[in-house]
Structures are given as structure tokens and as C-alpha cells.
């Protein structure tokens, strides 16, 4: 398995086993977990600056969400100008706007400084209401968008067959194939002295006066500085209460005709459609995504499968359905990401979350932001982004509330989890938390009847998990730790496997 889920997503032919000798017993300058877009472009930045790197990974690189994203690199985000103006006033709204041109410069030098073949393409978007309520929407991102300085224009067309009120064209945004693009930066990290780790968990780290000390699944390994670029960091941090995941659905088709819209798109709904297009193999696919859930929160999550290819085929004459998968996305509270030091470390040690569906840009602004603050002692936006920063704003009591009730959910959870005679009860295909002996289970039975039993409780904070039918796997509500059928980890913030239990399968 290349990805953490079951199904394939459209970038996953590309992922290819990335690995190089490293001496583990050296003093490494900094340490970098994670090999999505995050960790693979900070790696690459700081080993520039002459940093000598370590980049570790669970399984391989883009095993996470930067394998499973539809990556588009657009510089207005899910959190829009005009709410960064009401939440953190205009100076600091004008700040969050010049992320997204310089993060898309990054990558564009990138490209260009390593001749890197990533299928980037520059191209404008549409952002499009569907009915009057979005269409007053529009107005107010498109009035923010304008006391920022960011260009969007009212537009009578647009190039998607999707009736709609109002619409504004955003010039200069991009798209790219992510794998592509970060085993490109992979090879230009190891080319200049940099090391890579894969299937290397991190599972703890100390710090000591001078230097970290990381746990791993292969030793000890010594650091001046660590940077944990996990999506969301591992253990237990104050961060896990100041982001919630969700998952969101994506899925490539073919059409049956050539007009495929040159543009990105977005609607206003809530959750709001997206769509790109990308070539594989020469065959023109439109990517569409949406339906997003807070993580373990829908029951059937084929469904969502479903709901989008439905949306999808009202309004575009689809031929075939070559990819389906889905993905995990973490919100912050306030709507800004988190990047910078690791609440309650001694200052040496680095995170970057909260991301939303904006992580081409803030993983790729994380690789500039924390270089400048490890190589030159400051970043000018290291205080937008501060992941110690306390913003309690509208919505905040909301999200705790929220938080507060997943946590009673999993105590339900546990008292409502159904008792069975045998396993007999179980159809094939099927999966279920049960009851035994005031112990919980999450049982799954295979279409050819083999039966996986695992504990139920999730390692990271003891949340109960849940089944997520789509991909497969047993997801956490809580902070969105995932596990395959065997109860291994696929998703942070755990770095523990669920527990296995050995059963006889005729048992009664
Ligand atoms: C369906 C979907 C579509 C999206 N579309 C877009 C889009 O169009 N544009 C956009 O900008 N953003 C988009 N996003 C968001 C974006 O994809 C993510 O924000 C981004 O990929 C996150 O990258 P990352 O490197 O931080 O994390 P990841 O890619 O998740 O990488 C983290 C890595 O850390 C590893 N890891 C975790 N724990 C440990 C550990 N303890 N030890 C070692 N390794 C560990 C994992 O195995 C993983 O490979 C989308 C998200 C979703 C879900």
C-alpha cells in the first residue's frame, strides 16, 4: 500500500520507494518527520541553507494526504480574506495574502531551479455562487479580497456547465501533480547531501539540554532541532484541541466530449465542490471533490462516493469514473494554520498543522517560514502563524463544544456497542464494534470470511474508533488517528498500531 487508505487515487502510480544511507549515529542539525509537500519541502530548504537533514517517514513518501490531495495551488483560501479581516484586522489580513503569491513563487522556482517535470500548469479560477445566499457570499470575499489587494473580477461566463448566479475570475492561480513534484524535491534533497529515512516511525522525543533525542521504530536518532511535519504533530499537545479532521472526496472521470474547462473551480456551497482537470496517460480526467465530514462522523462513507458522482453527473455528461479516494485535512479553530514552535517544547522543537484544504501553499510557506526561523532566528510570519497563539473568535466556543461532544460520543460508543452470540452474526464485508465481557471490538470480516478483531480503543487519547467502509479502515473522531483492518496505524496523531486480538475462528 502506497497511500493511507485503500483506494487509488489519481497520483499513485508515481509514488516509488525513496531511501538512502544514512549514518544514524551522527548529530543531524535538524530532524524532519513527515514526507508529504510539508516535510519534503522543508527538508529541502534548510539542506540549501546548509543544514545537514534527516527526513523521516512512516511508510513512504506521500503515503499522507499529499498523495491523496487534488492539488491546486491557489493563492485565495478556504479561509476567505474578508473573514481574516474581521477576525485579525486588515494588517494582519494583508500578511495572509502575501503567503499565497510567495508561496506559489517557491514552487515555480523549485520547478524551475531543478528542472522538475511536475505537470504545472498556471491558470486562472472561477469561484461560482449557485443561488442568491452564495451569491452574497461572493460579495463579501470578493470586497475582501479587494481591501487586501488580491485581484477578483465579476464574470458574465464561465467555462463549467453548472448554471450559476454569480461568478468572479481569479488570474494567476496553478496546479500540479503533487508526487511529481515532491519526489523532484526528493532528488534534489539527497543530491545535496540530505537523507531520507522511509518506514521509520517517530515515536517520541526528549529534550535534553543541547540536543533532541527522537524514539524511533529504527533506534535513536540525535538532533539539534526537530521538525515534526505529520499533517498534525504525534503525542498529546494542546494543538489536538485546536484542529479537528475531516475527510474529503475526490474523484476523476472521463467526459463524453473535449470541452474540459481550462479553468479551476469552486462553488459556495457548504462543503463547496471543487474541481481541476489532469492528464494521465494522454487521457484528459476532470477531477471533482467534495462532500467533506469531520472524520468518523458519517456513518456510511461510500455514500459520499456516491452523493458526488451523482452531483457530478447532473451537469457534466460523464463517460467512465477511473479514480474514487478520499482524504484527511485538519481545521483550525480560527481559520488560521498553525506554523512555528511546538507548544510547550523548549523551542527547538517545530510543527506545522491546520492546514484546511489550502496545503500546496502553507506546506510549501512552512519550508520558508521555519528555515528562517531555525537558520536566522525570525520569520515575518511567525506571529500570524504562532501555534502558541490563543484567538478566541467568533465560533470558538462552538468548535470546543463540538470537541466536547465527540469525547461524550466515544463514551456512548463504548456503553452502546452491540453484544453478539458468534461471529457467525457478522456478514462478509462487514464491520462492527462489539461487546465482550465490558471490553469493546472493532470487528471486521472479510468478503472471503476471515474475521480481524482489534481493540477498539484508540491509542493516542483512548477515543473509540469507527468504521470508514470507502477506505477500509478504523478512524478516530476524536484527533483523526486512522488504522487498516489490521489494526495498523495509517494516520497520526497516534504512533501506536490498535491492538490485535487472536481469535479461533469457529469459536462461538
Ligand atoms: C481530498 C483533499 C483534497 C485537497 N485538495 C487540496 C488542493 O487542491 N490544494 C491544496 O492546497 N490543498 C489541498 N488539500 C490539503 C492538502 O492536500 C494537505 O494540506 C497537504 O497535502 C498536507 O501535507 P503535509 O505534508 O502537511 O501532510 P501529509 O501529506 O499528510 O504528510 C505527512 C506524513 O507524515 C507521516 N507521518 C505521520 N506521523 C508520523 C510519525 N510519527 N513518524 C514518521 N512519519 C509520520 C505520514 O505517513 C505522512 O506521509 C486537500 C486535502 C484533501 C483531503
Redesign the pocket.
Known sequence: MYR?GVRKSIWQEEIKRISSEADDKQLFDVVI?????????TALKLQENGKNCIL???????????????????DFFDTTFDEAINDFGLEQAKLFAEVGKEAQDHIKNNIKKYGLECDFEEKAAVLFALDERQAEKLKDIVAGASKVGHEMRYTEEISFPIPFKEAVIIPNQA?FH?IKY?KGLCDAFLQLGGHILED????SHEEQDEIIVLK??KGEIRTKNLV?????P?GVNILHFMTAP?????MAFSLNYDEYSQH?GYDLTEPYH?Y?TQKIDGKTLLIA?GE?HKTGHEENTGECFSRLENYVRQYFDVETVYYS??????EPVDGFPYIGKLPGSKGKVFT??G?????????TI?AQILTDIIVHGKSKYEEIFSPSRIKPVAGFTEFVKETAEVACDFVKDKITAEKIASWEEIKEGEAKVIKHEGESFAVYKEKEGKIHVLKSTCPHVHCEVRWNGAELSWDCPCHGSRFNVNGK???????KDLQRIDIEENSE
Open positions: 493511507d518527520v513527515g514526507g508529504g509537500i510539508t516535510g519534503v519541502s523521516l517517514e512512516a511508510a513512504n513518501i506521500g503515503f499522507g494526504t499529499t498523495g491523496g490531495t487534488t492539488a491546486h495551488i491557489n496546479q503533487p515532491i521509520c516511525i517517530c515515536e524511533t521504530s515534526y511535519a505529520t499533517h498534525i504525534p475531516y475527510r474529503s472526496y475526490a479551476l471543487y481541476r471533490g467533506d479516494w478520499s482524504s484527511q485535512y485538519y506545522a498543522t492546514f484546511r484544504g489550502n496545503g500546496m501553499i502553507f506546506g512552512t496505524m495509517l494516520t497520526g496523531p497516534t504512533v
